[in-house]
């Protein structure tokens, strides 16, 4: 789980919890969720122009690591959401639950914040922190995560694009399979497996694309 990166970008700083409740202002249950949750936050990498010597662009101009020590194996997404909020940088996090880990990034846009991908736990990621600019090391970093790899998987927003269509349609196939087995009108079961092929046969067409 070691990352290959300078000395020069190495951190390694304790980031106290009550730091994102003064950032942010917090619900009760959220504050509860950070001390159930999280047992330990450390700032551990800052890939920065003066860091790693790659140059920052107006998109990106700083990459933070994050280790987060989990007080159980379930990543708290709730939680990341008040950490990439306080944090107007993208963030790679690495997860550890005893000896247990996982990776996790933030895809943030001018500091928006519009999704999450991660690893499975315990998977092994060789990421390439090379590029031509900061911009370019955080796209292969979240490339890094995608299994569905188009044929245009060198244009990053047609390949974000293709992955959330397909990670949508999954969910919209599950939820209708369990729809239709709670279903007891048949009139009604007929209109939801109609739109269940529908569902299907476009997840079909776009993996065909790949």
């Known amino acids: 789980m070691e990352l290959k990166l300078p000395e020069n970008a190495y ?11 003064e950032r942010v202002t917090l619900s009760r249950k959220l504050q509860n969720e950070f001390i159930r949750k999280i047992q330990k936050i450390t700032w551990k990498y800052k890939l920065a122009e003066e860091t790693i010597g790659i140059s920052k662009t107006e998109n990106v101009t700083e990459i933070q690591i994050f280790e987060i020590e989990l007080k159980e194996q379930i990543i708290p997404k709730n ?3 008040v950490i990439d909020k306080s944090i107007p940088y993208p963030i790679l996090y690495i997860f ?4 247990n880990f996982v990776y996790g990034i933030s895809l943030k846009e001018n500091s928006v914040l519009h999704n999450y991908y991660f690893s499975e736990w315990n998977e092994e990621i060789e990421f390439d922190f090379r590029g031509i600019d900061l911009e370019k090391v955080y796209q292969k ?7 569905n790899e188009s044929k245009t998987k060198d244009i990053f927003e047609d390949m974000i694009r ?3 269509e397909i990670k949508q349609l999954e ?5 209708l399979e369990n729809k239709i087995k709670m279903e007891r009108q048949f ?3 007929v209109e939801l497996n109609k ?3 529908e569902k299907k046969q476009q997840l079909i067409n776009i993996s065909d694309e790949l």
């Open 79 to 81: 939680v990341l959401k």
């Open 171 to 175: 969910k919209d196939i599950f939820s």
């Open 162 to 164: 293709i992955d959330s």
């Open 11 to 21: 951190v390694n700083k304790f980031i106290a919890k009550s730091k994102f409740y």
């Open 96 to 99: 550890t639950y005893k000896d």
């Open 141 to 147: 970093l979240i490339k890094s995560f995608i299994k």
């Open 187 to 189: 009139n009604r079961k």
């Open 195 to 197: 739109v269940l092929l």
